[in-house]
């Protein structure tokens, strides 16, 4: 399957780690929008939040645990943001289910 994302977590493309387990990843984005800026992904391919079943769910629930460790492990004591866009009007441009994780900065809401 031609999915970068899965490439990524497959170590065939090169990313900026900062955690990774043998369900999850969890990397820098590329283009940040905030001083801390990371994305969390399932290393399996799960295509969007809109996919998420009784089947599959134990690992937004882990992805959620992830989270929260590396709150405390980055000290985001002012607290940060947890985030993920699906399907076309939210922006998603990944076809690959992956939080977005922002820090470091006021953030708006609603957001644009
Ligand atoms: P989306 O727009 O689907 O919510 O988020 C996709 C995110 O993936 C974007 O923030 C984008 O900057 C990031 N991204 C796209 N390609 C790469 C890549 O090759 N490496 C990394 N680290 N991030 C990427
Ligand atoms: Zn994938």
């Not at 900062?18 to 801390?36: H, N, R, S």
């Not at 079943?53 to 709150?71: K, M, P, Q, R, Y």
Request: net charge negative; proline share 5%.
């Amino acid at each position: 399957m031609d999915c970068l994302f899965c490439k990524i977590a497959a170590g065939e493309i090169p990313s900026a780690k900062v955690y990774e387990d043998d369900k999850v990843l969890a990397f820098k984005d590329i283009e940040p929008q905030a001083p801390f800026h990371v994305l969390i992904i399932p290393k399996e391919h799960i295509a969007s939040a809109g996919e998420i079943n009784s089947d599959n769910s134990g690992i937004v629930a882990h992805i959620f645990e992830v989270t929260a460790a590396l709150a405390k492990e980055h000290n985001l004591t002012d607290g940060f943001r947890l985030v993920t866009n699906c399907g076309v009007q939210a922006g998603q441009t990944v076809q690959h289910l992956h939080f977005h994780m922002l820090a470091g900065r006021n953030l708006g809401w609603p957001p644009g």
